[in-house]
């Protein structure tokens, strides 16, 4: 479990190749993430099938690509474990078995839902079991992980709350094993007797003032253990608040920044606008894009002033350039001192900068598809490793280890 509240999970839909928004709205963050976690990064395919069940040939060339692109943005296999939902079929046990106790309501009241019921509704029949349940789905690619952390913007945080409510309700049923509090006092009292004092108070001032100050500080205190086994330790974090062993822990959501990146039009960049570039679109066309951008209407001529916050332009110098050159910009446009292709420009050459280094990566990936094809291999194995593991404490939590 100590390693687990380090791990990191995070995943996507495979719905084609990645544009910028994608790159600084997530790759960047997985980048990050990974020199300084346990990072499982994994493709969703399953969950393409919720709005795409109709026709899923497309989804396997989405995957591929997709991969390449995450290899790419910078995401590297010596870092991270990288893996395809679909090839680890422990996901699906789990979810069948979370949703055997998940209550109809707490899946009908996700934001998210309600949002593409609305959005998409009149494009795609989406009253089908797999859409309505895919927030367990969500939650068992987490749970099966026992990850600690999931990086997630805020529209994402209700999924974690879920996750979290479903892990407390599993626990709650399955880890009140027979003579469980006799066993977590013996627990107890093998942290010594300055260990078990401070452990006893921590848990106290928790349950009964609600102190998160010492919840954390008896978990801290759990993680110094070395004489603890396993099950000892999982009792004792499920005693601290009350309730029966931990055998799925509750993760933590890690809330992004919120990055969105403008397209060509100003307008969020997205496929569904046709406003995107995409990670490793070729620079001739980078180029006619940005240089032929809308600009702000009221510079029909070029000795016309302009206002950069009323230009679209100036939306992608927010994300791309310093704050000399934002100055630079607005001094030029407002008093028309610069043109818009003055202002483009460096625009331009900052794109391509960034995106020059994803091409190169990218370049090993295409001509070699065996080698991205052995690194997912390599990452579904280590991923079905934990996956057993799991399985294993979640069958024997619920009386299903019979032979």
């Not at 109709?54 to 870092?79: H, K, Y």
């Not at 999982?234 to 608040?241: A, I, Q, W």
């Not at 822990?249 to 890690?254: I, K, L, S």
């Amino acid at each position: 479990m100590l390693e687990a509240q380090n791990r990191v999970l995070s995943g996507m839909r495979p719905t084609g190749r990645l544009h910028l928004g994608h790159y600084h709205g997530v790759l960047k963050n997985w980048v990050r993430l990974q020199h300084e976690y346990e990072c499982m990064f994994f493709v969703a395919d399953w969950h393409a099938l919720t709005t795409h069940y109709e026709d899923p040939r497309v989804i396997e060339d989405n995957v591929w690509g997709m991969l390449i692109d995450w290899l790419a943005s910078g995401v590297n296999p010596g870092s991270a474990t990288l893996f395809i939902q679909s090839r680890v079929p422990e996901h699906a046990e789990l979810h069948l078995l979370l949703s055997m106790i998940t209550p109809l309501p707490w899946l009908e009241r996700v934001p998210t839902y309600k949002d593409q019921v609305q959005r998409l509704g009149n494009e795609r029949d989406l009253t089908n079991y797999g859409f309505l349940g895919y927030p367990v789905l969500q939650s068992s690619d987490i749970l099966i992980y026992k990850a600690g952390r999931v990086p997630v913007g805020a529209d994402q945080v209700p999924h974690v709350e879920l996750t979290r409510e479903l892990a407390r309700r599993f626990n709650h049923l399955y880890g009140r094993e027979p003579g469980f509090e006799e066993l977590a006092e013996d627990a107890i009292r093998k942290l010594g007797r300055k260990g078990a004092k401070r452990y006893r108070d921590f848990r106290k001032a928790f349950l009964e003032q609600g102190n998160q100050e010492s919840l954390d500080n008896a978990r801290a205190l759990l993680q110094e253990q070395q004489n603890l086994s396993m099950g000892d330790r999982d009792r004792l974090y499920g005693y601290l608040e009350g309730g029966g062993k931990v055998i799925l822990p509750e993760p933590e959501h890690m809330l992004t920044e919120a990055s969105v990146m403008p397209g060509v039009d100003g307008q969020k960049m997205s496929k569904s606008y046709g406003n995107q570039i995409m990670l490793r679109e070729d620079t001739d066309s980078v180029n006619k894009k940005i240089r032929t951008m809308t600009t702000d209407p009221a510079r029909v001529r070029r000795t016309d002033p302009g206002d950069p916050d009323k230009c679209p332009v100036f939306k992608l110098h927010e994300v791309y350039s310093d704050e000399d050159r934002k100055q630079w910009v607005r001094e030029g446009c407002t008093s028309a001192g610069i043109g818009c292709l003055d202002c483009k420009k460096p625009l331009i050459d900052a794109v391509l900068e960034e995106q020059q280094p994803m091409r190169e990566r990218a370049l090993q990936y295409e001509e070699n598809p065996d080698l991205v094809r052995s690194i997912v291999a390599e990452g579904c194995e280590t991923a079905r490793t934990i996956a057993r593991d799991t399985l294993e404490d979640v069958r024997n939590a619920m009386g299903l280890d019979y032979n």
